[in-house]
């Protein structure tokens, strides 16, 4: 029997809910089982993966499903409230990914390791270096007038196409390092998988709310 267009939609915002919840629980129970993994404060290191995972799995995830109109947290807040939280996010998250990469710099320096030889290495500092312009960038959200030839509209648009693109970045970074030695010496078989799964769940999330956002900004100009 075929389902009518109100039994899709209603499907429709049901998958979404639930993907949403599922995403909220994985930004925050990820990072949780990184903790316990890694022991913060057994060694330098062990800053090191809780940084990355708090800045890319927990930090930057609520900042962007903020603006989500079904799964935000603040849903009830307005629109001021949510840009001025998602910035504070990003801030930390920003704060987080710098003294990670600091870390693991300074870990490397002192046990005589080369810097950046790992794709692992390299897609960790191009992320950072990316959320760190990502954040610049934003500045022109709040000052639009220093982009003379540019709306308002356009800038939105072009800052959360780049920030999926910085976030994407976030979780190839931390996929990489559930492929490194430390890991995956740590966690096998089925968990591994499962650990592997996290960031592909958010990140399927994020996606599918800014390109929902993208076609209804489309459809409100004709």
Do not use: D
């Not at 629980?25 to 290191?45: E, K």
């Not at 930090?59 to 947290?73: D, G, H």
Request: hydrophobic share 50%; charged share 10%; proline share 3%.
């Amino acid at each position: 029997m075929a389902l009518t267009a109100e039994t899709e939609s209603r499907l429709y915002r049901s998958l979404r809910a639930a993907a949403g919840a599922a995403a909220h629980l994985v930004a925050l129970g990820f990072p949780t089982a990184v903790a316990v993994l890694a022991r913060p404060g057994s060694s330098l290191f062990s800053w090191h993966p809780l940084l990355m995972a708090l800045a890319f799995s927990f930090l930057m995830t609520e900042a962007l499903l903020i603006f989500s109109p079904e799964i935000s947290l603040l849903r009830s807040f307005s629109r001021k409230v949510k840009v001025r939280v998602h910035w504070a996010l990003q801030l930390l998250a920003l704060l987080c990914a710098l003294l990670g990469l600091g870390v693991i710099t300074y870990n490397k320096h002192l046990n005589g390791k080369a810097h950046f030889v790992t794709w692992h290495g390299l897609t960790g500092l191009l992320t950072v270096l990316y959320a760190s312009g990502q954040c610049a960038g934003g500045v022109l959200l709040l000052y639009p007038k220093l982009m003379k030839n540019w709306t308002l509209a356009k800038l939105k648009l072009y800052h959360a196409t780049s920030g999926l693109v910085g976030y994407l970045l976030g979780c190839a970074s931390l996929m990489l390092g559930m492929c490194s030695l430390w890991f995956t010496t740590s966690v096998t078989s089925v968990s591994w998988y499962l650990a592997m799964l996290c960031p592909l769940l958010t990140s399927l999330v994020i996606m599918n709310q800014v390109s929902n956002a993208y076609l209804y900004r489309k459809r409100s100009q004709h």
